[in-house]
C-alpha cells in the first residue's frame, strides 16, 4: 500500500546528541515538509523540499538539518545546537495539484534526556 | 504574513452537536481544510472547500465559509466518541507555499 513511513516511532536520546529522524514515501509525490507539533502550539513548519535536491528553510529551521538525495525519502536531522529537541516530529508529502492534500506520517517522538 | 487561528478545547456531549471555528488571514487562499488528528498520530484531511463556495456538506460534517469575515466553520452532527481528536484548521496560500495551520481544537466527546 502506498504512504508515508516514518521511523523510529519513539526515540530517547542524551542532550548534545544529534539524532536523524527518517521519512519515506511511496507515493511517488514530488513535495515532502517536516513539521514539529508541541501541546497548544499546533503544527510549525521546519523545512520542506519541492523537488529533489532542493529544500527551504520553514518557520523554525535552527538547529535541524535535512537533505532530499531521492525522491521518496526527506530526513531530518536534529542537531545538538536545537535548543528544545523534545517533540513530537511529523512529516508529511503531496502532489502539485490545486488542492494540494497533505498526506501525513504517524509522527516520530524524540524525547531528550 | 498568513495566520489561521481556532480555540483550542471544545467539550461536547455524545449526540450533540459541535461546532468547530476558524479564522484565517489570506483572502487569496484557495482552499480551506480541515484536518483530524488522532492520538499519537499524523494528521488526516476531513474535509476541504473551495473558496467561492459557502457551504460544503458531508454526512455528519458541514463546512460553513464566511469569505467577508474570513471564518471558516466545521460542524459534526450526531458527535460520537469516535469524533474525539485534534481538529486543525489550514488555508492554502497559494503558488508554491506551504499549509498554513492553526494550532488545533481538542475536542472531547463526553459519554
Known amino acids: 500500500d502506498g504512504g508515508i513511513t516514518q521511523s523510529p516511532k519513539y526515540l530517547f536520546r542524551k542532550e548534545g546528541q544529534n539524532v536523524t529522524l527518517s521519512c519515506e514515501q511511496n507515493?511517488?509525490?514530488?513535495?515532502m515538509y517536516w513539521y514539529r507539533q508541541d501541546p497548544g502550539q499546533g503544527l510549525r513548519l521546519i523545512y520542506y523540499?519541492?523537488?529533489?535536491?532542493?529544500?527551504q528553510k520553514g518557520d523554525i529551521a535552527e538547529g535541524y538539518s535535512v537533505s532530499r538525495e531521492k525522491k521518496e525519502s526527506f530526513p531530518l536531522t536534529v542537531t545538538s545546537a536545537q535548543k528544545n529537541p523534545t517533540a513530537f516530529y511529523l512529516c508529511a508529502s503531496s502532489i502539485e495539484t490545486p488542492l494540494g492534500e497533505l498526506f501525513f506520517g504517524e509522527g516520530s517522538r524524540l524525547t531528550v534526556l | 504574513g498568513e495566520d489561521v487561528e481556532q480555540s483550542l478545547f471544545l467539550s461536547v456531549r455524545e449526540g450533540d452537536s459541535s461546532v468547530i471555528n476558524c479564522t484565517y488571514t489570506d483572502s487569496s487562499s484557495t482552499y480551506l481544510y480541515w484536518y483530524k488528528q488522532e492520538p499519537g498520530a499524523g494528521l488526516q484531511l476531513l474535509t476541504y472547500i473551495f473558496s467561492n463556495m459557502d457551504m460544503k456538506q458531508d454526512q455528519r460534517l458541514t463546512v460553513l465559509l464566511n469569505k467577508k469575515d474570513k471564518h471558516l466553520s466545521l460542524r459534526i452532527a450526531d458527535t460520537q466518541t469516535g469524533d474525539s481528536a485534534i481538529y486543525f484548521c489550514a488555508e492554502s496560500p497559494g503558488g508554491n507555499t506551504p499549509l498554513v495551520f492553526g494550532k488545533g481544537t481538542r475536542l472531547s466527546v463526553i459519554a
Open positions: 523540499s519541492q523537488i529533489v535536491n532542493d529544500f
Open positions: 507515493l511517488n509525490h514530488d513535495a
